[in-house]
């Protein structure tokens, strides 16, 4: 009689180190939903890599029991997009903070997202940055003061979602740390996507940016017959205020890992030797002493 | 009497057929079974702007491309302007005769040939001008026009009439010449391999990356490295592998890092700008012992500096660049030939200590053509890296081993899960920063590289063993110092020259024995502050005098003849 193996259970994905995060961070929502999605979707530890950047919310690889890759301030999805390609076997997550990845990693997101990389990147959003202790980071609002703006924040706030559909992202969902059941269907969508997923995650941090009460306030479900299709519906999502959660942006289209599988299909047809032949000085020359 | 070798400069405006001339010249000397070696020099321009192409060729190996040019070929009064001094006591002139105006102490040995004229008439374009240029140049140094006829045909293959317009064009080139026929005759080659190739540096080392079974490359274009792009975007997928152009150099080497540690062999080509642009994850590889190549085609600097010359500067960049002192691999190939074998080098330090090796080329080694041996590729040695796959022990990442080399999880491997990370971390890959713990780690980050001071490395020697005059070099001055030893020693001088294919880590032991008798210690090197030079006094402790140049150019044999007559203790 054959037996069913038993699914992995979310505790199965952790790690033997505990979080360091402040009590209360809401990174720890953000994780205990990625153990779920990662249960949910029966993910083999060995066969799955977490990469991430530099910031309080980075260190999440280290949480959990899989292959993990905390790289630099601002460089998981670059990282991810070499793990992916050289092995598409791997179900592969990028995971940082607003500031890893919309300020010093803002130039690698468009390129992700308008490559169709096929992996998930997931944004701890707490519109600060927490381990450089508090200062304003590319989502904190106008006005804000902060160690770095005493005189209040100057900038707008950049829309992390109007930016992720603009770039061509084929996936786009903003779930929140504090509703880790919607956050975990939404990371399970996600990672069965085949594409780029992108998933803000509004997650507070308590140190130095605790808008957890606001933001519930302001929170409200994608209405059930968005079209997830229609792009222009997802910027008009993105650019409402208050934060629409859910699926805003929906499509499928060829991935750049499939297009480069099919290009090496189609040209794999040398080896070294046609590679140093093809430089023979002497090809197709009559061989031997040329006659003046 | 013939010689052995000519030096031919072509010269005008990029755009003139300089450049396409000087190819159609250095493939059919390598098809008659000469040796070549090119240099050129081309604006930074796109369009327009003097551009010079240079072939030595002969019939033993050369090394470096020449200095007196023998037969100087100017397209326009620029080029007269610009190169006449370069010419040679007995050199001879070929100009165009509607566009150049040659000085009457210079017309005995300056022959006008009517490129333009011909090539409208015979070939029927401007087009044609190239091939009337190197039919002229055929019949000056004897050179058999059967491989340059072998050449147009296969080129325009599908096109009889192109073909033929091109090979009257070549054979009324000739006539234009024949009065100086033969005046600077080389002498056959003798021994004719079928087994040589000619390639550029660039080429050497892409292709010596697939023979390390390089999978991934990703890269971002910058001149002189994006050939190695360019090349590899076309066949790295024909052996199976991928390319990507990526958004910058960051993202470059951060995906190569991610694909190795995927457990595929990955690397990355650029130039100073985009090494500087790599560092921070240069010394994230260093820490979390990941393999990947990284080749750097020094253009001249600083910063954005002289990107069509070069130079030698990033040395110090290679070997120290970044914060905190992560390891890596410097090495330096010397020849064309060497790019591929130092690649493959590359690749197996790499993967063997698990550690960034960057390989240092420059404009003038990268750019330059050379005929060389077809590499034996059963000599071709690979190494791969430790894994965790089969381990009968509780599995560490990094395991303080007795070589200091650690097993490496590769994600599907069962049982291998770690998490790399560029924090300090113990043996399991955990974060720590106890004081014993980072000692601990620093100290077996760097003796695990040990074993390339001490004798798996190749160096290379020339010359006397225990010289008088010891000359010290990296990379690219090899040829044109090798040359100078011969001409040093042929008048009687005990020179020798040491060349260390790793710079690092320093083999401070062997150069120090080879300096050991010598009277003088010099290192010729292409930059300004003599970086070389202060190195090996550094690691060795030996007084060297430096004699760096940067003036974009790479050294002849006899600017390093000049060097070392100048030492000759009376
Ligand atoms: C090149 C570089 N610059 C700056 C830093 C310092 N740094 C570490 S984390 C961080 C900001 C992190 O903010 P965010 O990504 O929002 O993550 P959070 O800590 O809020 O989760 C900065 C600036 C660094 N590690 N590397
Ligand atoms: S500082 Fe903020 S983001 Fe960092 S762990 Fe504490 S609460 Fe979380």
């Known amino acids: ?292 | 009497m013939a010689r052995k070798s000519v030096v031919i400069r072509l010269a005008g405006e990029s755009g003139e057929g300089v450049i396409s001339s000087g190819d159609i010249l250095t493939q059919a000397a390598a098809r008659g079974g000469y040796w070549t070696q090119t240099f050129r020099t081309y604006p930074a321009e796109i369009k327009g702007g003097p551009c010079m192409y240079q072939v030595r060729m002969g019939e033993e190996r050369i090394y470096s491309h020449g200095k007196d040019v023998d037969l100087l070929v100017c397209f326009n009064q620029e080029a007269w302007d610009l190169h006449w001094d370069s010419l040679g006591p007995d050199g001879v002139i070929l100009f165009d005769e509607t566009a150049v105006d040659i000085p009457e102490e210079y017309a005995a040995r300056a022959r006008p040939v009517r490129m333009e004229k011909l090539a409208k008439e015979i070939g029927g374009s401007l087009r044609a001008k190239n091939m009337v240029a190197v039919g002229a140049v055929a019949g000056v140094i004897s050179f058999n026009t059967t491989p340059i006829e072998e050449l147009v045909l296969r080129r325009y293959a599908h096109k009889q009439g192109v073909a033929d317009a091109n090979i009257a064009a070549l054979r009324a080139g000739g006539d234009e010449s024949a009065d100086l026929r033969g005046s600077l005759a080389i002498t056959d080659p003798v021994e004719v391999e079928a087994d040589r190739i000619l390639m550029s540096g660039n080429q050497a080392i892409a292709v010596g990356a697939i023979a390390a079974g390089v999978k991934y490359f990703a890269g971002y274009p910058i001149t002189p490295a994006s050939d190695i792009l360019e090349w590899l975007s076309a066949k790295l997928p024909q052996v199976g592998g991928i390319t990507i152009q990526c958004e910058d150099e960051i993202a470059s080497i951060s995906s190569v890092l991610g694909a190795s540690y995927a457990g595929v062999k990955s690397m990355t080509a650029t130039s100073g700008p985009g090494l500087s642009l790599m560092t921070e994850m240069l010394g994230y590889a260093g820490t979390a012992e990941i393999p990947c190549v990284v080749i750097d085609a020094q253009r001249g600097g600083p910063s954005t500096g002289l990107p069509t010359k070069t130079e030698q500067s990033d040395l110090q960049h290679a070997l120290y660049g970044g914060h905190g002192e992560a390891p890596r691999v410097v090495i330096a190939p010397i020849t064309v030939e060497d790019c591929f074998w130092a690649t493959i080098d590359a690749f197996n330090y790499s993967e063997r200590y698990q550690v960034p090796v960057i390989l240092l080329t420059d404009q003038g080694l990268a750019t330059r053509m050379e005929v060389i041996h077809k590499p034996d590729t059963d000599l071709i040695e690979l190494w791969d890296r430790r894994t965790s796959a089969g381990l009968d022990r509780e599995y560490k990442r990094y395991e303080l081993t007795e070589d200091s080399i650690s097993p490496m999880g590769i994600p599907g491997e069962e049982g291998g899960q770690y998490v790399s990370t560029g924090i300090e971390h113990d043996e399991l890959g955990h974060p720590a920063y106890t004081p014993e713990n980072h000692v601990a780690m620093q100290t077996k980050r760097w003796a695990k590289l040990e074993p390339l001071k001490n004798g798996i490395v190749r160096h290379e020697h020339y010359g006397e063993e225990q010289p008088e005059i010891a000359i010290i070099g990296f990379g690219s001055t090899y040829g044109a110092v090798r040359e100078a030893i011969d001409l040093a020693r042929a008048e009687g001088a005990s020179v020798g020259a040491f060349y260390p294919r790793v710079l690092g880590p320093f083999p401070g032991e062997q150069v120090t024995a080879f300096a050991a008798k010598a009277r003088r210690v010099v290192v010729p090197e292409v930059n300004f502050t003599g970086q070389l030079a202060r190195l090996v006094r550094g690691e060795c402790g030996i007084p060297v005098e430096s004699h760096a140049k940067c003036d974009g150019l790479p050294f002849t044999a006899e600017d390093v003849l000049d060097v070392i007559m100048e030492r000759i203790p009376s």
């Not at chain 1, 939903?33 to 890599?49: G, H, I």
């Open chain 1, 1 to 292: 009689m054959s037996t069913v193996p038993a699914k992995r259970k979310p505790s199965d994905y952790k790690s033997e180190l505990k979080p360091i995060w402040c009590p209360g961070c809401g990174d720890f929502g953000v994780l205990a939903s990625l153990y779920r999605a990662f249960a949910e979707l029966d993910l083999d530890p060995a066969n799955t890599v977490v990469v991430s950047g530099i910031g309080c919310s980075s260190r999440l690889p280290g949480f959990v029991s899989t292959y993990g890759f905390h790289s630099l301030h601002g460089r998981p999805l670059p990282v991810a997009m070499g793990v992916k390609l050289a092995n598409p076997d791997l179900n592969v997550i990028a995971v940082g903070g607003d500031g890893d990845g919309f300020a010093i990693g803002a130039g690698h997101f468009p390129h992700a997202a308008r490559r169709n990389v096929d992996i998930t990147y997931l944004v701890m959003d707490n519109e600060i940055y927490g381990l450089t202790k508090g200062q304003v980071s590319p989502t904190s609002l106008t006005d804000q003061k902060a160690p770095s703006t005493p005189w209040g924040n100057l900038e707008t706030p950049l829309n992390t979602l109007a930016f992720a559909v603009a770039s061509g992202a084929s996936f786009v969902a903003r779930g929140a740390s504090f509703n880790t059941k919607a956050l975990t269907e939404l990371i399970v969508q996600a990672m069965e996507h085949k594409g780029f997923s992108y998933i803000d995650a509004l997650s507070p941090c308590v140190m130095f940016n605790n808008h957890q009460e606001e933001w519930k306030e302001l929170v409200t479900d994608v209405a059930p017959d968005h079209d997830v299709a229609d792009k222009t519906a997802a910027f008009d999502l993105a650019l409402k205020g208050g934060f629409k959660m859910g699926i805003l942006y929906r499509e499928q289209r060829a991935t750049i890992n499939e297009k480069y599988a099919a290009l090496v299909e189609a040209a794999k047809d040398s080896d070294l030797e046609t590679m140093l032949e093809a430089f023979n000085a002497r090809k197709g020359a009559a061989i031997g002493k040329p006659t003046v």
